[in-house]
């Protein structure tokens, strides 16, 4: 049986008397539409009184969608395929609850090595909806959530929607002492794009998720073996003014060549 289309779900949610919340990650047109329509009772900046408050602006958002709202979803349920968040349906009332659930699993790992937890990735959520056991705790009072999942709608609903205690060490986390060792680059990267770069960093942000394209990048340096800060600000520069933002192909490592040879090669075909 084919799962129900957003609209279908949103519709049977709302007819059990269920509120519709949806999660978006930034970059998105209607992200700043539902901000300027929506009283602040009604939307939730997730990143806000947590530690990582500064990403903010960049960070998933949490909306209360009324009926006088839906329309304002048309362009994202027509590109699933961009990977802007997913739904969720929950009790009346349970919105800033819900919001404390997700505060309280944003990072993962120890200090002073922590990584932001993407789980208003929609690619995170199926993931982890694959294994029936983990359903509950991660959606916390989450009624039933819709998502899209590779190449069509999925609708899971919660087998026992309620507040349950943050896990320290959650069996559904992905690698996490890799995923610490990126956060950390990732925040810093972040941070010295805003500081030093602000200008170019801000015109990607108007095409892209800056933080989704960072954590490109930083697999991108990772896989050629640059871990020091001097390589990947240069990946970082290199990638932010090339077309698309992407770095180009032909700066592809050669057979048999080193790391530091590679970047150095690199270097000296930009300066001339």
Do not use: K
């Amino acid at each position: 049986m084919n799962a129900p289309t957003p609209w279908q779900w949103m519709a049977r949610e709302r007819a059990s008397g269920r509120d519709i919340v949806l999660i978006l990650d930034a970059g998105f047109d209607a992200r700043q539409a539902l901000m300027a329509r929506l009283s602040s009772e009604r939307w939730c900046a997730l990143y806000h009184q947590t530690e990582v408050a500064h990403l903010a602006a960049h960070g998933p958002v949490c909306f209360l969608i009324g009926e006088g709202e839906v329309r304002l979803l048309q362009s994202l349920l027509e590109a699933p395929h961009d990977n802007w968040g997913w739904l969720a349906s929950l009790a009346p009332g349970e919105l800033m609850a819900w919001v404390e659930h997700w505060r309280a699993r944003l990072l993962l790992g120890q200090r002073p090595q922590r990584a932001l937890y993407r789980f208003h990735d929609n690619r995170e959520l199926a993931r982890v909806m694959t294994v029936p056991e983990h359903r509950a705790a991660w959606l916390g009072q989450a009624i039933s959530v819709c998502y899209w999942q590779a190449t069509a709608w999925q609708v899971v609903d919660n087998p026992a929607p309620r507040a349950y205690p943050a896990p320290s060490d959650p069996s559904w986390f992905p690698s996490p002492a890799e995923a610490a060792s990126d956060g950390v680059v990732l925040a810093n990267a972040h941070r010295y794009l805003c500081s030093r770069h602000l200008p170019a960093y801000s015109a990607l942000a108007e095409s892209q998720p800056p933080l989704d394209w960072l954590t490109s990048q930083l697999r991108q340096a990772r896989a050629w073996g640059w871990h020091t800060g001097e390589a990947i600000e240069f990946l970082l520069m290199l990638s932010l003014h090339s077309p698309g933002y992407e770095v180009p192909r032909e700066c592809a490592p050669l057979v048999d060549e080193s790391p530091q040879a590679h970047l150095e090669r690199l270097r000296l075909r930009t300066v001339f």
